[in-house]
Each structure stands twice: as structure tokens, then as C-alpha cells.
């Protein structure tokens, strides 16, 4: 059986100089002559500043010698307590825009890195096809990392001071390319669409549609987080974009929306509303429904699936194969292209024209700031008479 790691680094004995030592991220600090109460001081003074820095292993590294690559990997610890460790959580794209700058830096000290280093990884991301948006937005991740760093104590404060002062690229000002900026689909198009999209991904689409939900939040929707009290129903997300910010954000459901959603309630509160699972035995059972062998001939319903196959539908959808369906659809439907985050862009245009940009950012949960009480019921009853009359 392993032994248990300990919680902290051992006080001990240098035999060589009778100096009590403690070691710690592989560096050994002596605290004077063993068994005296300041050495007991010292060590307690050193394991409680290693524990507030995180218990991270550059702990104790010189300013000057203290590598990129050192701090990347406390850096990294950093971001999974405070981001998570999912495939798609904050933590997994930090770590895909930050292996550029470990790729060319990571032997450098730290303290070291200034302006001709931060425009070299901004070349090396222009040069990958990065469009100008989004390399700003990976700098910008990038002088978080020397904030961080500098907040710890690990490098001194001019360092973030001059990446500060570096201005983002500027449209038609750098070889990098630009984007198109992300428009509202047509009710045309959308209508085209939802005839072949799957039953539950067309419903998806059509609440979405009524209340300007972003995708992750369509998907993330429990009959736990809806409050059916009032005439429009408040949808809550338990996790959502600005949550870390402190946050609320509600999603207003009208009459409309309240008619498409009501088919997904009758089942566990904690489930999701909207299940692959679900979608797979309705289009099973269409398909059986529309067999044209007699039901006597042939494979009997189910007789010839996998027993045991390697991907089964889920129990709940994903951003990416939310997007995915109705991409699969416009494809085989020859139906211009479109994605989920337009309904959303489709919605703000629409509460905008009718009702004023306000109305718009509270639709949407564009708020800028924490507002106070006054302000948040003024927020709600907009929020609630714009969806009786659109949602």
C-alpha cells in the first residue's frame, strides 16, 4: 500500500552543518541551527508562504532565473482551481494559446520577456491564419499570465506595466486577416430549416429563437431552473457565461416559447430538456413506423444494432453537436449555411426594433455592471413585458 503524501514539507536535520532545512518545489531552505525555536519560526513562515502561493513548485526561484516554463506549470494549476478541466472549459483554451508562447519562450526568464518578445508571438499567431480578433484576444491571455505571475510575487511589476502600453492590432493596420462580423439568419431560412432539423434540435431552435438564449444555455436547460410562478416563465442557468462575474442571468419565457418547451417538462427536474438520447428514439421510431417490409419479414425493430456500440446517444446536447445538426441539415437540404449564435443575433435585432436597445441588452443579459435592487426589478418587468409580446 503507498504511503500517504504528506500535507507539508518536513522539518529535519542537516547532518553536514546541524542547520535544521526544509525542502521545498525541489529547493532546500535552512532555517538556522536545528531545534531552536527561530528556526521552528523560520520553517513555519516558509511552509504557510509556500501554501498561500498555491503550493506551487517555482516557490523560492530568484526573480531572475525564474523561467517562463516554471511558471506556465503554476500558471496552469492556477487556472484548473479556478476554470475546471473540461475539454471545452477556459482552462483547456488557455493552455492551447499559451503552448505558442512556451514553444518559443519557454527557457526565457520571466522578467525577461518585453516588447520584442510579446510581438514575436503575435507574428508567430498571424503567420498560423489567426484572425486579428482573435490573436488580440490571445495577447491579451497572454499579459493575464504576466499579471498573474506579478500578483504572485514571481516577477516585478514592470513587466505587465510595458505589455499594457503595446496596442491590440488595428482593422486594415496588420497582415492579419478579418472576420465577418457574425449576422442575424432569415425567418426564411430558419423556416426552410426546422421541417428537417431532428424533433428535439427543431425545438431547440425554436426556443432559442423566442428568447434569445445562447446555445450553451438552450443546452444546459432543466425543468429545475425554469420558475413556472408567473404568467412568463424565468429561466435561471445554474452555469452561464458571467457567472464568475457574480453575475444573475435570466432568460425570459413568453407564451410562444412556453408552448415548445412545455412537451420537454414532464420528466426528472435535474435531466436536461433536451437529450440526443430522446431525439434517437423518436427517429428510431419513425423509421419503424415507416418500414415498408411487412413487420413478419425481414430484421425485427432493434435486431440488427450493435450490442454493444463504442458511441451512444447522450443526455444532453453540446454546443458542438447543437451546431453540428443543423449544419448536417443546411448541407443536405442545399439551405444557406447558419448557426445557433444567429438566432440570438436574430432575437436582439428584433427586440431592438420593436422595443429599444435597453430592452435588447436585458433580453440578452448584456448588463455591463452590478445594478442595484431598483434597477433589477425595473430590468425584470421589461424583460417580462417584452416576452409576452414576442416570446
Known amino acids: 500500500m503507498a504511503r500517504p503524501a504528506k500535507s507539508f ?79 471545452k472549459s477556459t482552462t483547456a483554451k488557455i493552455i492551447i494559446i499559451l503552448r505558442t508562447l512556451n514553444a518559443m519562450y519557454g527557457d526565457t526568464a520571466a522578467a525577461e520577456f518585453g516588447v520584442q518578445e510579446y510581438k514575436a508571438v503575435r507574428e508567430k499567431f498571424i503567420q498560423a491564419g489567426h484572425s486579428r480578433r482573435y490573436i488580440n484576444d490571445e495577447m491579451a491571455e497572454v499579459t493575464r499570465f504576466f499579471r498573474w505571475a506579478v500578483a504572485e510575487g514571481k516577477i516585478p511589476a514592470q513587466v505587465v506595466q510595458t505589455l499594457q502600453l503595446i496596442p491590440g492590432l488595428r482593422r486594415g493596420k496588420s497582415e492579419a486577416r478579418e472576420t465577418d462580423p457574425v449576422t442575424p439568419v432569415s425567418d426564411a431560412i430558419v423556416d426552410v430549416t426546422l421541417p428537417h432539423l431532428p424533433a428535439v434540435v427543431s425545438a431547440m431552435v425554436r426556443l432559442q429563437r423566442l428568447t434569445g438564449a445562447r446555445p450553451a444555455e438552450i443546452c444546459a436547460l432543466r425543468p429545475i431552473d425554469i420558475d413556472r410562478s408567473a404568467a412568463v416563465w424565468l429561466y435561471r442557468p445554474t452555469h452561464h457565461k458571467t457567472a464568475h462575474r457574480g453575475r444573475e442571468r435570466v432568460i425570459f419565457i413568453g407564451p410562444r416559447a412556453q408552448e415548445v418547451l412545455q412537451s420537454f417538462l414532464d420528466r426528472d427536474p435535474e435531466s436536461f430538456c433536451f437529450r440526443p438520447v430522446d431525439s434517437e428514439s423518436l427517429r428510431r421510431a419513425a423509421a419503424s413506423l415507416n418500414r415498408k417490409t411487412p413487420k413478419g419479414q425481414g430484421n425485427s425493430p432493434g435486431s440488427n444494432r ?86
Open 9 to 87: 514539507p518536513s522539518y529535519r536535520k542537516h547532518r553536514a552543518s546541524g542547520q535544521a532545512v526544509v525542502t521545498i518545489g525541489a529547493r532546500d531552505f535552512y532555517l538556522g541551527p536545528h531545534g531552536t525555536d527561530v528556526s521552528k519560526r523560520e520553517y513555519d513562515r516558509l511552509v504557510m508562504e509556500w501554501v498561500a502561493a498555491g503550493r506551487n513548485n517555482s516557490f523560492g526561484t530568484p526573480e531572475s532565473t525564474l523561467s517562463i516554463a516554471e511558471l506556465l506549470v503554476d500558471y496552469i494549476k492556477h487556472c484548473r482551481i479556478h476554470y475546471g478541466t473540461g475539454p
Open 306 to 391: 450493435k450490442p454493444s456500440p463504442q458511441r451512444q446517444p447522450g443526455q444532453r446536447y453540446s454546443v458542438d453537436s447543437y451546431r453540428r445538426a443543423i449544419h448536417r441539415v443546411c448541407k443536405s437540404q442545399d439551405i444557406p449555411h447558419w448557426s445557433p449564435n444567429q438566432l440570438r443575433h436574430q432575437h436582439a435585432t428584433e427586440v431592438r426594433k420593436q422595443f429599444g436597445l435597453e430592452a435588447a441588452q436585458i433580453a440578452l443579459g448584456h448588463s455591463t455592471a452590478n445594478v442595484t435592487q431598483i434597477y433589477a426589478e425595473r430590468d425584470l418587468g421589461k424583460g417580462v413585458e417584452v416576452a409576452k409580446l414576442i416570446g
